[in-house]
């Protein structure tokens, strides 16, 4: 028996009636009957009883239909299924990262992701802010992101986030600093100090803004950049305290910098975001799957 002896069976069943399903299987009335007798016959049972005008399902038949439904349901699975692997081995990925992310390693990740699934091939691109990069994502320039939520970043519902790498603001200053003996610090510590602020397109600048506002005061920002580096170098310098995401900066707290988290904590998770209905969804999911199950710190 095949597979579309099952489809045939259950377009009679639902309308119970032989000449109407076989115009709406595009069969001839004689095939269609023809069709039902050799599965009867190879089942052995009856499936209808054939009244003048119509049929009805016998109890074998009502069986035989329940469980034909179950195959067919189990087969279109088995394809859909089959189609997203064959997504999963030839696909392109887009990936959207954050401009400052090469400091965590993402490239090593990316590689041996492409070891596991040599038939994806990764694109990269660096975005300044989160902001942008979740723009992108909705519109199709890529396939998946790595950003930090904030609340002034409003997702689409489309969008499906799952967290990566959790962190927290921190203040990067000089170790000779009158504030670099403390543990922690608050951000009215803050509000006298010069202040290296990340730029206006990063998610943090509107979250450090708010802080320091529900703190009463308005931030001394001498300098505004995208690159992190940059602010680093300026607080080494003297320049002022900078202030950036705990995950860019574990091995900056040595003798000549310390690295001093604000408290209470201001959280800054490093999330990936994708579209639940992607297009690409196979292989978006396995480059998630990876990516989570990779061991963080910070």
């Known amino acids: ?82 189609h997203n692997q064959s997504l999963t081995n030839k696909g392109l990925l887009r990936v959207g990262t954050l401009l400052n992310m090469s400091r965590l390693d993402l490239n090593n990740q990316v590689l041996a992701f492409q070891k596991e699934h040599p038939h994806i091939r990764v694109t990269l691109g660096e975005i300044v802010g989160s902001f942008e990069l979740i723009q992108q994502l909705e519109s199709g320039v890529y396939d998946i992101v790595f950003f930090i939520p904030s609340t002034e970043l409003k997702l689409n519902v489309e969008v499906e986030v799952c967290p990566v790498l959790s962190g927290h603001v921190v203040a990067v200053m000089p170790s000779e600093h009158r504030l670099a003996g403390k543990k922690s610090i608050s951000m009215i510590d803050l509000a006298e100090e010069n202040l290296l602020f990340p730029g206006r397109a990063h998610s943090l600048h509107g979250t450090l803004m ?8 308005e931030p001394k920002i001498i300098s505004q950049s995208s690159l992190v580096v940059t602010n680093i170098k300026m607080a080494a310098q003297g320049m002022g305290i900078a202030l950036l995401s705990s995950q860019f900066s574990p091995e900056l707290d040595n003798d000549a910098l310390r690295v001093i988290p604000i408290e209470p904590l201001i959280p800054r998770t490093i999330h990936l975001a994708y579209l639940k209905q992607s297009a690409n969804s196979a292989a978006v999911r396995a480059f998630r799957d990876f990516i989570v199950q990779i061991p963080h710190g910070v």
């Open 1 to 82: 028996m095949e597979l579309y002896h099952l489809r045939y069976i259950l377009k009679l069943a639902k309308l119970l009636h032989f000449s109407q399903a076989a115009r709406e299987l595009n069969i001839t009335q004689p095939y269609l009957s023809q069709c039902v007798a050799q599965a009867e016959q190879e089942l052995g049972v009856k499936l209808f009883e054939r009244k003048t005008r119509s049929v009805c399902l016998t109890e074998s038949g009502e069986a035989f239909v329940l469980n034909a439904e179950k195959v067919l349901r189990a087969w279109q699975e088995l394809l859909e299924d089959m």
């Open 210 to 217: 708010s802080a320091c506002r529900n703190s009463n005061f």
